[in-house]
């Protein structure tokens, strides 16, 4: 399902927005078919290290980074297409944190920062958030880790959760409250040693995350980014996060609505095709409809994104409709399957996890609509 050249035309996608969704799809197609996804569930790694050193060879992680620093110096809208693919194909990558984490970089880090370590992501260093604290606020600024000023440098004590991928990772986006203030450091994550960490057991088994305790842990003077940025930092991070996961969600739900109709048109009931029934008919084309508009959301919210107002309004919708469209496509798709649907060699429950967890990612979808209410009505 790809878009007519008028459409892309009137969302303001470009060939080159092209060219990359048709590498992109090729790639994640060969590279991430459904028995491979199902055999990474139970690595330890959770992704293929031959499949990150290959996108780092393509250039994906360089798409948004600008060339003075080794990337592409494209915008995050070209990101969108390859995020939807990887989302497709389930694609397990730590590419989204990877990526924040650059955006935080580009948006308030230092010039030293910037210099030193957006050609090391562009080249293909892993990068990952700790943001999220136990308190599971969405508000990215509502942070209860503290950081005090020492001689050497900053003592940080506190608890994150659902830091992906940290055992990949060699960099580290760390959130504290400063004097009062918001404040962003990246470090090193060597510098955590292996008794912080925790694995934890996520909802999406193809996602790999670890509760992270950071008390006592020392950072050097030049791990701060800028505290004037921090606050527009956290926000940026929060809407690109939401952009790139709509993304996800939408490639997602493409699958997952491919995969009920082969069913559909090919299981028998009473000597019929189960897809003849209105039974069926009726609620896969509102799930059609759903991940239509899902799309086309996301395609307006990547043109509109650098609009001030604008594009936060467009990001927030897209997060919403394509939450609820890959929820109702793989319910639908569980009820569709019968009792095989309920259980866990069918695919369908893949696709109900990945909904879930991005349900508790940068805002839910009644948090994001409580975000619009505030953005349009006051």
């Not at 929060?238 to 009920?260: F, I, K, P, R």
Request: charged share 25%.
């Amino acid at each position: 399902m790809s878009f007519d050249p008028q459409t892309l035309g009137r969302l303001g996608i470009t060939e080159e927005q092209v060219e990359l969704m048709d590498v992109a799809e090729s790639f994640c197609r060969d590279e991430s078919d459904i028995a491979k996804v199902r055999a990474q569930l139970d690595d330890a790694r959770g992704f293929s290290q031959d499949d990150w050193t290959a996108i780092a060879d393509l250039g994906w992680l360089g798409i948004a980074i600008p060339e003075e620093f080794g990337g592409v110096g494209l915008s995050l809208a070209e990101v969108v297409p390859v995020v939807e693919q990887m989302g497709r194909r389930m694609m397990a990558l730590p590419f989204l944190s990877t990526t924040l984490v650059a955006q935080a970089i580009l948006k308030g880090g230092t010039e030293t920062q910037k210099t030193t370590y957006l050609p090391k992501i562009a080249e293909g260093s892993v990068a990952t958030l700790a943001l999220s604290e136990l308190n599971g606020s969405f508000d990215l600024n509502d942070i209860e880790t503290q950081a005090q000023r020492t001689t050497n440098g900053f003592k940080v004590s506190g608890q994150k959760i659902l830091v992906q991928n940290l055992d990949a990772a060699e960099l580290v986006l760390l959130s504290a409250k400063f004097e009062g203030q918001t404040a962003l450091f990246i470090l090193d994550a060597s510098l955590i040693p292996d008794s912080a960490r925790r694995r934890e057991k996520l909802i999406d088994e193809t996602k790999r995350s670890c509760e992270v305790s950071f008390d006592g842990l020392i950072l050097p003077e030049s791990a701060l980014l800028d505290l004037n940025q921090s606050t527009a930092t956290l926000s940026h991070i929060d809407l690109c996060g939401n952009l790139l996961g709509s993304a996800e969600l939408v490639g997602a739900t493409q699958t997952c609505l491919d995969y009920t109709l082969d069913y559909l048109r090919t299981r028998k009931q009473f000597g019929k095709l189960i897809g003849s029934y209105q039974a069926l008919k009726h609620p896969i084309v509102d799930a059609y409809i759903g991940y239509e508009k899902a799309r086309s959301l996301l395609y307006a919210a990547a043109h509109s994104f650098e609009q001030q107002g604008k594009g936060e309004v467009a990001t927030r919708m897209a997060k919403v409709a394509a939450g609820r469209a890959l929820s109702f496509s793989a319910d639908r798709s569980i009820q569709f399957h019968g009792g095989f649907g309920f259980t866990y060699d069918c695919d369908a429950q893949l696709y109900r996890r990945r909904a879930i967890f991005h349900d508790g990612q940068f805002g839910d979808t009644r948090w994001q609509k409580k975000q619009l209410a505030r953005l349009l009505f006051n």
